[in-house]
Each structure stands twice: as C-alpha cells, then as structure tokens.
C-alpha cells in the first residue's frame, strides 16, 4: 500500500554499505522522478548520479541532522549514492517553477528506492561549490537539492505531536531516531467544507 512506502519513507542517516547501488539501480530512480508534475510542463531539472566512491568524495561536503550534534552519518555508514537535483541556470527561464518541481521528484525517487528496500534523505545542507569541483560541473549548474539514497542502517519511528509540543526530532538511548509528526485534526482549518 502506498501509506506503508509513505511510512518508511524516513530521512534515514546511516547506511550499510555492503549493499551495492550501480548506476543502473539509481537510474531507475531517476526514470520515477522523470514522469511526475512540472510547472507548464517545461521539465527543467537535470539529475547527476553520484555512486560508490565519488559519492564518498562528496559526503564530507553535505551536512546531516545539525540540530543532533553527532557525527552522522557514523563513520563508514554514509549513502551508497546521491542523485544532485540541478537546474541549468542559462537555460532555466523560470527558476521558481523547478523549485516546486524538485520537491514532487524528490519524494517520487525516494519512494521508489523505499518499494526497492533502500532508503534516503534529502539534503539543502550541503556545499555547492565543493561539490561542483570535486564532480568538475558546469558553472551554469545550480544545485537546488541534494538526495542521498542506500541501505537504511538505523531505526526511526514516527510519533504522534501533541498540539503544544515540539516538532524537534531527537534520537533515545537505544539510538533509534524519533519524529514527531502534527496530528491530522492540528492540520485541518475547517472551514469552506461541508459533509
Ligand atoms: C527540503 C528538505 C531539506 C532537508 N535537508 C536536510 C539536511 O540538509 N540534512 C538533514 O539531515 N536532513 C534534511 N532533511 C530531512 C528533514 O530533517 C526530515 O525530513 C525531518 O526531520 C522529518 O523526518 P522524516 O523525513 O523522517 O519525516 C531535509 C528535508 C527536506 C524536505
């Protein structure tokens, strides 16, 4: 049931690596994240594939879970792969629309990586520039989000948020990750609905 993929989709942040993610796996993300929604349809996101030791390379320029203050992901547990989702800035008339876009793509790759018993996170922590130069891009290309993908190696568990409580995810003692999430009635204004 998709509400199950929804579920374990979680921003996991420590990965096994003993499982391999080839090119070909991630492309098939790709292909997903190819068919959903754009803006006037004009389709303005470019993905770079980033597998095994290049995606290593880049690991030490993104950013995990700072709220935390640990070192995540822990030492050889990083992502098997990132997809780098882009714009071409000299060919992007309206750079907005993508912004929507990349949002709806993103979640639509992750969730076909979750159906192929992987997982992942999105990232905006990350440092464009060192990035760029380690992959050797074109200036033109702007990063607008960075998702990496592997074999989750942790646990982390939804839980409900009590209206005055706050929305700060934390780890417990047995390092399984908590999220809160708002309850549906919290999210609802009622108002314009009728029964
Ligand atoms: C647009 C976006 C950017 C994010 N950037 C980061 C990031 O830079 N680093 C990180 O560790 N998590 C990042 N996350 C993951 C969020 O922290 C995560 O979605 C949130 O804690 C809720 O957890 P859940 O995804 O398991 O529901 C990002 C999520 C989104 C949607």
């Known amino acids: 049931m998709l509400k199950d993929l929804v579920i374990k989709n979680r921003s996991y942040r420590s990965f ?6 080839t090119l070909e796996r991630v492309l098939s993300y790709i292909d997903m994240a190819r068919l959903t929604p754009s803006a006037i349809n004009l389709q303005p996101i470019k993905y770079v594939p980033v597998t095994e030791e290049l995606a ?22 990083g992502p098997g792969a990132f997809v780098l989702m882009c714009i071409d800035t000299k060919a992007t008339s309206n750079a907005k629309f993508a912004t929507y876009d990349v949002g709806i793509a ?15 996170c999105m990232l905006l922590s ?16 702007e990063i607008l989000l960075c998702v990496a993908i592997g074999k989750p190696d942790e646990t982390v568990v939804l839980e409900e948020l ?18 809160p999430k708002r309850k549906l009635e919290d999210i609802i204004i009622n108002a314009g609905a009728s029964n």
């Open 126 to 141: 990350y440092d464009s520039e060192k990035i760029k130069k380690e992959l050797s891009l074109a200036d033109e290309l």
């Open 56 to 77: 290593d390379n880049i690991l030490p320029y993104t950013g995990w879970a700072r709220a935390l203050k640990m070192p995540l992901p822990p030492k050889g547990k």
């Open 162 to 179: 009590e209206k005055d409580g706050g929305t700060s995810y934390y780890r417990d003692e047995n390092n399984v990750h908590h999220v």
């Open 16 to 21: 096994d690596r003993s499982e391999r993610l």
């Open 106 to 120: 993103a979640q639509t790759m992750l969730l076909a990586a979750v159906e192929d018993g992987l997982g992942g």
